[in-house]
């Protein structure tokens, strides 16, 4: 088994296209054609971390936070990230990361913060705009059929929770084969109508190459005639946080209480409000203020996240109480969906979580 098997099961759920801009998520050390012996995960890499793949004769660490997020000019070892590069590469170690992308689906890191709490049924809280395309194709009637269940086979046609959905009509193309062509239907130099079936999809922007190839392989013509039209559509499985309700209400001291258990955390900072029953919840992973409107604009009780600053507090207005409960503290639980992944996929494959706790912060 190469690295590049295990790294391809965690794009097929977290896609690189699907991070943001300024995220530096995918292969950042190492060899992805080498054999993989074994994997660790974490949330950062460090020099402990490193050092203890060594201690385990693993050649691929992954990791939730990119260990280089802008370029590197040098590498004498001046940081913890210039050393970490360096005993990687001595040893012959990949470093990966899914940060943002696994953010940012409906299987990632907000959904395990979900499942952590015990909300139920969770939805995006802000879907992601213009990620989404219209495929439309031109087939005979008899053919139509195969290319229709090809491009759905390649994830286009998913509405939500509906597969292979598609608009089919019926109608006429016509074409003169040049010279050079090989027609499937017609004579050359000849003018040719044929009764054709138009059929639309829909498909994720990060999908289209994959199902344009799968068009072209199963359509019977030389030259199949496709539109690809992008959407202002949002699409409900990709997008920023997560927001459902709880199995019964808590009352918020309670609730708070199963937050710090849940997550250890030591502290939780969150803000005066008058709500004293909590049952529907917001979440973010990381560094979430930017959602705090979208969780008041969805009524959330309470929206859970990292790294609130002190001013974005009062931006709830009484309206949602805001709890901080801490970076690392948040998304801690990441490293369960990376295995989760592998071990689908690769059962008897050797993956362990990380034992270092790579929290850079402390409290008192």
């Known amino acids: 088994m190469k690295i590049h098997d295990i790294l391809s099961e965690i794009e097929a759920v977290a896609p690189l296209s699907l991070q943001e801009s300024y995220d530096n998520a995918g292969l950042l050390v190492g060899d992805a054609h080498q054999d993989a012996t074994g994997a660790l995960l974490c949330i950062d890499v460090t020099e402990d971390v490193i050092d203890e793949a060594i201690a385990l004769g693993y050649n691929l660490v992954i990791a939730h936070h990119p260990l280089i997020f802008s370029g590197l000019k040098r590498l004498q070892g001046a940081n913890y990230i210039e050393r970490c590069v360096i005993k990687a590469i001595k040893h012959s170690i990949a470093i990966y990361a899914a940060h943002t992308n696994l953010d940012a689906v409906s299987n990632g890191v907000n959904k395990k913060i979900c499942e952590k709490i015990g909300i139920i049924q ?58 050079a062509a090989h027609p499937f239907v017609g004579e050359i130099g000849e003018m040719h109508t044929e009764q054709e079936m138009k059929i639309e999809v829909l498909c994720p922007n990060y999908l289209i190459s994959k199902a344009i190839s799968a068009l072209v392989a199963s359509h019977p013509y030389e030259e199949p005639a496709y539109d ?127 034992k270092v706790n790579t929290n850079p912060i402390k409290y008192v």
Not at 172 to 177: C, E, I, L, M, S
């Open 122 to 179: 969770p939805t995006i809280l802000r879907k992601q705009k213009q990620v989404l395309s219209k495929i439309c194709t031109f087939v005979p009637q008899k053919y139509a059929d195969e290319v229709r269940q090809a491009l759905c086979n390649a994830g286009a046609g998913t509405i939500g929770n509906y597969s292979d959905c598609s608009y089919n009509s019926q109608g006429f193309g016509t074409f003169k084969a040049l010279d």
């Open 228 to 354: 690809i039209i992008p959407l202002a559509n949002s699409q409900d499985t990709i997008g920023a946080g997560m927001i459902g309700k709880l199995a019964a209400p808590m009352i918020l001291s309670d609730f708070l209480q199963h937050i710090k258990q849940v997550f250890s955390c030591s502290t939780i900072r969150y803000s005066q409000s008058n709500i004293d029953t909590i049952q529907t919840v917001a979440v973010c992973g990381g560094s979430g203020s930017f959602l705090i409107s979208d969780a008041i604009a969805h009524q959330a009780d309470i929206f859970i996240t990292g790294d609130v600053k002190y001013h974005d507090f009062f931006v709830a207005e009484n309206k949602m109480i805001i709890a901080d409960i801490g970076h690392y503290e948040s998304e801690q639980y990441t490293k369960e969906i990376f295995y989760e992944i592998i071990n689908k996929k690769f059962p008897t494959f050797a993956l362990q979580f990380s």
